[in-house]
């Protein structure tokens, strides 16, 4: 019989689902739990439910936002005018220079300049260590330190 919980919405109930797989793939490991897959549809339903008032409680005890929207860049925009997500920006620079990238290279950076392209690279990647724009940043500043003997 299915239990009577009314999610706040499907992604609510997406997260719950989510932390109750995890959580029980986190017992699994370490004890004789069986696997998330082995419960049967009602138990995984009643560990969905108690996931998600771990989630409200959270949330209520202000230690994560389920609103909270992805990243964004602050000057990088779609077509649309609004701001795009740091991951998206960062896989559209990379198909740019995948795109771009071949051909002729010009020496358009002094040392100096090169120097301080460089900086303003690591300090993107270092305010952004665990995101792909700011992974991006780093390989390109390391291309930019190897090409230019920086």
């Not at 779609?78 to 896989?91: C, F, K, L, T, V």
């Amino acid at each position: 019989m299915p239990i009577a919980f009314h999610y706040a919405d499907d992604t609510e109930r997406g997260h719950a689902e989510k932390l109750a797989a995890t959580r029980h793939r986190l017992l699994n490991e370490g004890t004789s739990h069986p696997a998330w897959e082995e419960l049967t549809d009602g138990e995984r339903e009643r560990a969905a439910v108690e996931a998600a008032w771990y989630l409200r409680a959270g949330r209520r005890a202000g230690l994560y936002d389920r609103n909270v929207a992805p990243p964004v860049t602050s000057m990088a925009r779609g077509a649309d005018g609004r701001p795009i997500s740091r991951d998206d920006h960062e896989a559209q620079l990379r198909a740019w220079i995948e795109k771009n990238g071949t051909g002729e290279r010009l020496a358009l950076l002094d040392r100096a300049e090169l120097s301080v392209v460089t900086a303003l690279l690591n300090e993107l990647c270092g305010a952004l260590p665990k995101e792909r724009l700011g992974q991006f940043a780093r390989e390109m500043a390391v291309k930019l330190n190897d090409r230019g003997g920086v």
